[in-house]
């Protein structure tokens, strides 16, 4: 995604999960997303490369606020014998889901989870060769997020690859408000209502990405590195040793 407003909803947890219980909530951001795919390719595109992997290996995939699933029909197109897992706590996120992914019949499933406080379900059946996530977990709280991070390198196999295109902090006052004032602009050009009242509260808790990088390192991942960064959206992750 390029800017921050694509990053505004994530939906695999609680303190917003509300809102995705609403059709027309559900409906605007699925329009908003569609009308973007041409600026989020690019991410997504990056993010099946960096895995690494043959376009014809059998790969476990797991989604994380996979939502409608725009995330995992890249990996399911790029990866045509790949299976996928994807986990969102919105029943309504996942009804459009199964249509948007009826192509895909057989190859992937929905998992109902709210991992709000870092906790993934214990019947994901991993290990996976990739966990994928797309603004849905900007918003945990630092120990939340820690315990994402580690429970996350458990589920992948050796040599799996953890890839996150989300929101951060900007590094200071001045880049938040420059950041603010040119995604502002760019909404207005799209002609974009304003964002719901509440999500700038929401976005309260962003982490620096510094912090992201370290609290990889410290689950044990390696390779870990920021791939991507256009203002307040990054994509960053890192790798499970070969021999972990």
Same mark, same amino acid.
């Given at each position: 995604m390029?800017e ?9 947890h ?7 219980r ?10 908003r997303?569609?009308?973007r795919?041409?600026e989020?390719?690019?991410q997504f ?16 995939? &797991? ?10 029909q ?10 996928a897992?994807l ?13 948007r ?24 059946d ?11 977990i ?36 001045v880049l ?21 009242a509440? &999500? ?8 620096? &990405? ?14 870990v ?6 203002l307040?959206?990054?994509?960053f992750?890192?790798?499970r040793?070969?021999?972990a």
């Open positions: 390029t921050k407003a694509a990053h505004q909803h994530g939906h695999g609680g303190d917003t999960g509300q809102h995705w609403e059709p027309a909530r559900v409906r605007d951001f699925v329009a997303m569609d009308a795919a041409q989020r390719a690019p595109e990056l993010m099946t490369q960096l895995l690494g992997r043959d376009g014809e290996e059998r790969l476990r995939i &797991l989604d994380l606020g996979a939502g409608y699933g725009a995330e995992a890249v990996f399911l197109t790029a990866f045509p014998k790949a299976s897992v986990v969102d706590a919105s029943e309504e996120m996942m009804r459009v889901g199964s249509e992914l009826a192509r895909f019949d057989g190859r992937y499933r929905y998992v109902a989870w709210d991992f709000g406080e870092g906790a993934l379900p214990g019947d994901l991993g290990p996976f060769d990739a966990v994928i996530s797309s603004a849905a900007h918003h945990l709280p630092e120990a939340a997020l820690k315990r994402l991070y580690g429970e996350v390198f458990a589920c992948l196999a050796p040599g799996g690859a953890f890839l996150n295109l989300d929101l951060v902090h900007a590094p200071d006052d938040e408000a420059r950041y603010r004032e040119i995604q502002q602009g760019e909404q207005e050009t799209r002609d974009e209502p304003p964002q719901p509440e &999500l700038p509260r929401h976005h309260s808790h962003l982490e620096p &990405l510094d912090s992201h990088l370290g609290w990889l390192r410290d689950a044990g991942f390696e390779h590195d920021c791939f991507w960064k256009r307040g959206g990054a994509l992750g890192g790798y040793p070969d021999s």
